[in-house]
């Protein structure tokens, strides 16, 4: 798992499956901030190792990142690619949905 990298990444991993760049907005250590967090580490250590790029952006650290995605509710997750575009908003406690949205399930 690749995590907080600025460089350009291939849109699919050696093994042809999509890459996933994944951007998760949290309030600090909160409770629903720091489970989304967990949650969302351990389903890209499960389902995409070495498939997938994870931002964590702190809006108390940096809210002008917030300002600039409109976000307005923490915890907020981007999936930026494969495309669509997705974003999944809370804390991300529904595991069937989360896969669901990021195009795991069958």
Do not use: W
Request: proline residues 8%; contains cysteine; negative net charge.
């Amino acid at each position: 798992m690749r995590m907080n990298q600025s460089a350009k990444l291939p849109p699919e991993s050696a093994s042809g499956a999509p890459f996933y760049r994944l951007r998760l907005f949290v309030a600090g250590e909160e409770p629903n901030s720091a489970r989304a967090k967990a949650i969302l580490k351990r389903l890209c250590e499960t389902y995409l190792r070495d498939r997938c790029e994870m931002h964590i952006v702190d809006v108390y650290q940096d809210y002008q990142a917030a300002i600039d995605y409109q976000i307005v509710i923490i915890p907020y997750l981007m999936v930026e690619s494969p495309p669509p575009a997705r974003t999944i908003v809370g804390s991300l406690n529904d595991e069937a949905s989360v896969l669901a949205a990021l195009g795991l399930t069958e």
